[in-house]
């Protein structure tokens, strides 16, 4: 059930309405269900889009790290919006059918991998992080990359959070 629709011109004002528009036609759609919602609360619309910017696409972990981070969060969440996004934009990033499957399942990967699918299902799962995955998830990282993946992955979970309290539906 929608609680908020997308908004126009009038509701978001022509700055977020540009943004808006200009989502919709990268996704190519009428409208992007997302900006045209959450571009309802003006300024901190501007300021979200600016953190999640920084976050992905020019955070520094890879796209591909990036992406699994954000399509494992969106199936924990079992968000069909953020889902249905990511896994397109996954693919662009160089993710296949089967890194889908196994981000999904959690199994057939590397250390490096399986131990970044292991910190976000306890994030997503406990908000929080053992102290065993943590230090699996250090051999691999950097502290600011560790940083930008708990940012990540919180982020993304409070999106899906978002989208299913305001009944935000899929474009397509």
Do not use: C
Request: charged share 25%; net charge neutral; proline share 2%.
């Amino acid at each position: 059930m929608t609680r908020v629709t997308p908004g126009g011109l009038r509701q978001l004002g022509p700055i977020n309405y540009a943004i808006s528009r200009i989502g919709a036609k990268v996704i190519r759609a009428d409208d992007m269900h997302l900006f045209s919602t959450l571009g309802r609360s003006r300024r901190v619309f501007l300021g979200w889009l600016g953190y999640s910017g920084m976050l992905m696409p020019f955070g520094a972990l890879r796209r591909s790290e990036s992406e699994t981070v954000i399509v494992r969060v969106a199936y924990l969440r079992d968000s069909d919006y953020e889902l249905g996004h990511h896994r397109r934009i996954g693919a662009q990033a160089g993710l296949t059918d089967t890194q889908f499957e196994r981000i999904f399942d959690g199994t057939g990967w590397d250390d490096k991998s399986a131990a970044l699918l292991a910190a976000v299902t306890e994030l997503v799962e406990t908000k929080a992080v053992t102290d065993d995955t943590w230090a699996r998830l250090s051999e691999f990282y950097t502290d600011r990359k560790l940083v930008e993946i708990v940012l990540l992955a919180t982020n993304y979970d409070g999106l899906a959070t978002t989208i299913d309290v305001l009944g935000i539906t899929p474009e397509r």
